[in-house]
C-alpha cells in the first residue's frame, strides 16, 4: 500500500521597493515544476503588504490544510540560506510595503507573546542544505518587515494546530546584481536544491 503523500504550502513574495525581481518568487515558481518525494506541493506568491500577506497565507493554509508550511523571502547581504529561528511581534519597516503601509514601532498582536519559534527543524535543515553543497546558516532575525509579519502570523494562527511552520530567507540572484552593486548572490538552481533538502528533511 503506498505511503499518503505529505501536502506542503510554500510561499514566496512578488518583487518590491521598486525591484523587477524577488529571489523567492523565481524559487516557488521553479519548485512548482520538481518532484519532491513523498510530497506533494502547494505554492502561493504574496503581495509584499502587511496585511494583504498574511490573510493571503492564512487563507491558503485552511483551504488546503497542508502538513508543512514554508515561506521564502529575499534577504539581500545575506550569502547563505537562512532558516529562521524566531518570529517577533513587532512591525517597524524602514521602508514602506508595496501598498504604501510604513510601520514603526508596531505590535502585531498587543494579546500574544513578544515571539514564536519555527516549529521547523530549523537546525537540521540548515545541516542538510550543507550537505548538499550549499552555503547554508541559522538566523535569529528575520527583520521586522513583511516576512516577519507573515513568519509571525504564522506561528500564531497555527499554535496547537500540528502544522509545522516557518521562514527561510534567501540570498539575491545574479540578475539582481546591477539593482544591489557589491551584494552577495547565490544561482536558482542552488536555491532550488537547498529548498529540495531542507523540504526533505522536514518531512
Known amino acids: 500500500m503506498q505511503a499518503e503523500l505529505k501536502k506542503i504550502l510554500v510561499t ?3 518583487p518590491f521597493a521598486g525591484s523587477q525581481l524577488n529571489p523567492s518568487q523565481l524559487l516557488v515558481t521553479a519548485l512548482q515544476k520538481e518532484e519532491i518525494p513523498g510530497a506533494t506541493l502547494e505554492t502561493l506568491i504574496l503581495p509584499v503588504e502587511f ?3 498574511s490573510e493571503q497565507l492564512l ?3 485552511r483551504e488546503c490544510n497542508p ?5 521564502f523571502g529575499q534577504a539581500e547581504g545575506r550569502e547563505a540560506i537562512t532558516p529562521e529561528k524566531i518570529a517577533i511581534n513587532l512591525d517597524d519597516a524602514r521602508i514602506p510595503d508595496n501598498s504604501g503601509d510604513q510601520r514603526r514601532n508596531q505590535t502585531i498582536i498587543d494579546s500574544a507573546p513578544d515571539g514564536y519559534f519555527s516549529t521547523l527543524p530549523v537546525e537540521r535543515m540548515v545541516e542538510a542544505i550543507k550537505a548538499a553543497g550549499i552555503s547554508s546558516q ?4 528575520a ?3 513583511v516576512c516577519n509579519h507573515i513568519f509571525f502570523m504564522l506561528q500564531h494562527s497555527l499554535r496547537g494546530t500540528g ?3 516557518g521562514f527561510i530567507h534567501l540570498p539575491l540572484v545574479p540578475e539582481q546584481s546591477p539593482e544591489f552593486p557589491g551584494k552577495p548572490t ?3 538552481s542552488e536555491m532550488v536544491r537547498a529548498a529540495r533538502a531542507a523540504i526533505l528533511s522536514a518531512l
Do not use: D, T, Y
Open 138 to 141: 541559522l538566523s535569529l532575525s
Open 186 to 188: 547565490m544561482e536558482l
Open 143 to 145: 527583520g521586522a518587515f
Open 12 to 14: 514566496g513574495f512578488e
Open 51 to 53: 496585511e494583504a500577506a
Open 59 to 61: 487563507s491558503k493554509v
Open 67 to 71: 502538513a508543512l508550511v514554508i515561506s
Open 163 to 165: 502544522i509545522k511552520s
